[in-house]
């Protein structure tokens, strides 16, 4: 588990962010408080930083400049998915910045009522497969990739129960690992052991073709159906004034984000615009 503090200077981060944003922001009190952020590696939304590429995604830069100017140091908690969820309902970590809305499933933490976006789905296949989905019946007889913890019950129960039922344990490979989790079920698809994965639309663009995975896989849609949607999550074990207020720096914050704004973000990270609300 990679661990980093960021303490961007403060001033250079004020000169970045949206004028809007500041004077909503600024209503809060400055204080001069850590907080522990776990995130898993999700890009261009949430990035490991490398040499190659230093940012950490779209989603964490819209937050790092939410909470620091309210008066926050961030200290980021780079895990794997499962990990960061664990380390949330235990009070390791103070929030997770995205997470699949799923209320029903909630233990140990709280959403936030502000998402950070809504995201379309789509599926990845061989380049070439006619394979399309056309519901639960057409994914049966096909090997099927995902990630421990990772839920699509938001979007799609039946999906997610097809996932889960143990006479399709078979069919369905769970891919352990850091940040390489998608690069490896992308490239298991490439070599035949797997036919299928589904994720974030603009997920997948970006990492195939960070990858240069394009003439090999073809992403298609329709995806999972609903639109997926993303919130931060806030552990339980903190405390109830504090979390509230933390939530409510959020809210606020990502409130005060217009269109143009957001598309700001987005663009950063050569993403094509979409509607985000």
């Known amino acids: 588990m990679v661990e980093i503090v960021w303490k961007c200077n403060f001033l250079h981060s004020l000169s970045k962010m949206p004028f809007v944003l500041i ?14 952020v776990c995130y898993d590696q999700w890009p261009p939304m949430t990035i490991f930083p490398t040499a190659e590429e230093p940012r950490r995604g779209v989603v964490i830069e819209m937050f790092s400049d939410i909470y620091q100017a309210a008066g926050y140091d961030l200290h980021f908690l780079e895990v794997p998915y499962a990990r960061g969820m664990q380390m949330v309902e235990s009070g390791q970590c103070d929030l997770l910045p995205e997470k699949e809305y799923s209320p029903n499933d909630a233990k ?9 976006f809504k995201y379309p789905t789509a599926f990845v296949v061989r380049h070439g497969d006619p394979w399309r989905y056309q519901g639960i019946e057409s994914v049966r007889g096909k090997r099927v990739g995902t990630g421990p913890g990772w839920n699509y019950s938001s979007v799609n129960k039946g999906y997610q129960n097809y996932l889960d039922d143990p006479a399709n344990q078979e ?11 998608m690069e490896r079920i992308l490239n298991m698809i490439i070599a035949g052991r797997l036919d299928l ?37 806030f552990s339980l074990k903190l405390a109830t004034q504090k979390r509230q207020k933390l939530m409510e720096i959020w809210d606020k914050g990502r409130q005060a984000l217009n269109e ?13 615009v979409w509607d985000v609300n």
């Open 23 to 36: 004077l909503v922001l600024f209503s809060f009190p400055v204080r001069a408080e850590v907080l522990n």
């Open 108 to 116: 140990g933490f709280v959403y936030a009522q502000k998402e950070t």
């Open 171 to 181: 069919m369905v490979e769970v891919i352990a690992g850091n940040a390489d989790v």
């Open 197 to 233: 994965y589904a994720d974030n639309l603009f997920v997948l663009q970006y990492v195939i073709n960070l990858a240069g995975l394009g003439e090999k896989l073809d992403i298609v849609t329709p995806g999972l159906g609903k639109l997926l949607v993303e919130k931060p999550i």
């Open 260 to 272: 143009a704004e957001e598309v700001t973000y987005i663009k950063r990270y050569g993403l094509h």
